[in-house]
């Protein structure tokens, strides 16, 4: 009946960013010695190349934190080149009615602070910005060759919980994925967006945590700047991800 087919259009693969058929499957969140790996390595004060390992083992962890949580994951690249000087810590390839999105991330310490006592920005904030702008300025006059190059990239991956030597890995085949990225106009419209990770939110004295949310509101219009706290916190709270 009329119900029905509403039901079935409404959960066809081919009109949604998941695959509802198979959820029993392919739903994917954290447990809590995950999140406990992470938080002992923050406690620990650990470099950014052990922040970035443990994050690469347990992406889910960033997936659900990130401004594009919610959206169909397609998936996950480990220090994607951004032209021939620059990569980026990951790269995440998503898709949804709101169209198709590359997120490239940033790592930095957590441990770093992100505000001088001056209230500007503390130089491993301004230098993760000023990584993002590098980006952002070879992408845009190379936009079209650079999505096409990712989303090439993204294909030749292996299909989780197959992962390539460097940790990326797709989450649907090499078809299934173009034929998303397409059916949602990513070749002609995708967004770039950028996320800067960095210091902890529970460190930082009241004026600093407003400093953030005004530069996250106001004060910079090219990426999103989160801290570590909540990627922790995100990890049960956050929008559930279905692999």
Known sequence: DKTEAVLRSSFDPSMSESEP??????????????????????????????????????????????????????????????????????????????????????????????????????RRLQGAIGQVQDWHQWIVPNRTSFVRDLVSRAMSCPVYPTRAENGSFALKSADDLEAAWRGFSGFDHAMITYTVVIGRWSLLSREDQARLVFLNQEGSWLCAVRTYDQIVRRAYDGPPIFW
């Open 21 to 122: 058929g198979n959820l029993g499957e392919t739903q994917r969140q954290p447990v809590f010695d995950e999140v406990l790996e992470l938080a002992k390595l923050l406690g620990a004060d650990a470099p950014e190349e052990a922040l970035q390992q443990c994050l690469s083992l347990h992406p889910h962890l960033l997936l659900r934190a990130l401004p594009t949580a919610g959206n169909g994951n397609l998936a996950v690249l480990t220090k994607p080149p951004v032209g021939t000087k620059y990569c980026a810590d990951f790269a995440v390839l998503t898709y949804g009615q709101g169209g198709c999105y590359i997120e490239l991330v940033e790592l930095e310490r957590a441990i770093d602070p992100l505000f001088t006592k001056a209230g500007t920005p503390a």
